[in-house]
């Protein structure tokens, strides 16, 4: 069975810092890329950064220079880095594998899904 299970998520206070892990199992995800997406209430799953099997990245405008990601491909698991948080970041984070090794930020694209985390910020 093919899980990503996420954890670290929480409540933290407004310029602070949160540092996400999804562990993946039932197969090797070191060719995958892999992403992180987020859903706050009433909106839209939405993109936030992806890294390459290789290990190049892409991140959403409103995280990029607050937050990192990276991958330990030994673990099968990757990591979302995330300082400086806002309120407008709260929302449950999805960790999720392409399968394809592709770099492209839409959810449709991603063949696996984790569960979630919630990420609360306050302010």
């Known amino acids: 069975q093919v899980q990503l299970v996420e954890s670290g998520g929480g409540l933290v206070q407004a310029g602070g810092s949160l540092r996400l892990s999804c562990a993946g199992s039932?197969?090797?995800?070191?060719?995958?890329?892999m992403g992180w997406f987020r859903q706050a209430p009433g909106k839209e799953r939405e993109f936030v950064a992806h890294?390459?099997?290789?290990?190049?990245?892409d991140y959403a405008d409103s995280v990029k220079g607050r937050f990192t990601i990276s991958r330990d491909n030994g673990k099968n698991t990757v990591y979302l880095q995330m300082n400086s948080l806002k309120p407008e970041d709260t929302a449950v984070y999805y960790c999720?594998?392409?399968?394809?090794?592709?770099?492209?930020?839409?959810?449709?694209?991603?063949?696996?899904w984790g569960q979630g985390t919630q990420v609360t910020v306050s302010s």
């Open positions: 999720a594998a392409d399968a394809s090794g592709r770099r492209v930020g839409v959810p449709s694209a991603y063949d696996y």
């Open positions: 039932g197969r090797t995800f070191g060719w995958d890329t």
């Open positions: 890294i390459s099997w290789r290990g190049d990245t």
